[in-house]
């Protein structure tokens, strides 16, 4: 999809909009799914991330980030708001074995970005690996992590600062530029 | 604050604000430390959510199609209160068609180049307006561009498409509407029946309303059986233009 997709789409192109919803809608949903308590409540998720969509689309520069990386931060955004209106934690793998899929799944092609935040996370210490997963993929709040395994709140923050600070380094590169982009 | 402790507190709210959000004062804080317009971490923690999520899961068929409807809302009708009496209307129409057609002859476009007719009715400028197409939700029009062209005070206009589907004139034909903000919307004036047979490049047809169409606010093109209908079901609303 062009970049003058996603800006057609943001002016209300009727085409440009039905190809932003066959491009991106099981994006959205597989996101919504993971981080809502109910289906219901997924969809109406979903319906809010691609009107949150709409008004962002003419924001996009492919110099930022890939299309799938644009989406889901739109989607992330919307999620955790909800998350945060509901003053609970959305349903969640089981806290203690936070992964990444076996290798050979589709997410870590999705887009450059994805496969550099795998390859970031590989090299985490186990522990800070541990934290930023359950932070980030299951939703957890820091002080529900800390509990959870033990640790000092202080020390969960830290790991999960530290762990995304290493990520967004290797997604921003050592000149400060964005990576290379999906399309 | 040093600058150290300043991007010490910076970063920290960027890691807080992608991980979890922030509340109101945090958020005030961030944008007093100016930057509520860094996306990089959310990018970051996006990213790894895009790393972990596995094969993706299709949405519900009715899902997809609550996104669309949201997203293009159905073309707005006009609704106009009831003529009072009909009883004298049909001598007026009768009369004033018979008028209305003559004048119409005088001042027929050329049929043998629609596009210079077009091209010279746009230039002539005065109230001449010039609108797009906006496809609707029905698939025959998921690929059609193009403009409406109408002059109400000449009573005529051109109609261009590009990539409108080819039609069988046995089978169906494509009928125009103009919907009058000052007759009843039920009744659309009829904008006349016209074929599509050119399958690349822009085709651009005459409009011909069977009556004065005194304030247009909508044009609408419907597929219907060969020779159109006196009234549409409007259940192949493929296109529309608003004035």
Redesign the interface.
Known sequence: MSTSTLHAASKGEPNAIRACIDAWSALVWTLARRASPTREDAEDAVQEIFLDLWKSASRYDPSVASESAFVATIARRRLIDRARARKRRPAAEPVSEPRLPPSGAASADMCVEASRAAAALDSLRPEQRDVLLLSTVHGLTHEEIAEARGMPLGTVKAHARRGLIRVRAMLVGADGASGEVER | MSANERQDRL??LL?DR????LDDAATRELASLGGDAD??????????????????????AD??A???A???PEPKVVKLPTPRSRAWVGWAFAAAFALLALAAWLRRPSVLDPARDRAALIARGGDVKVVPW???ADPAG??A?GDVVWSADGQRGYMRFHGLPKNDPQKTQYQLWIFDAERDDRYPVDGGVFDIDAQTGDVIVPITPKVRAHKAVLFAITIEPPGGVVVSKREHIVLTASL
């Open positions: 970063e920290e890691c992608a991980l979890e959000g996306w990089s971490y959310d990018l970051a923690a996006a990213a790894i959510d895009l790393a972990s999520l596995g094969p993706l899961e299709e949405p519900p899902l997809r609550k996104l669309l949201r997203a293009l906006k496809a609707t998921a690929s561009s």
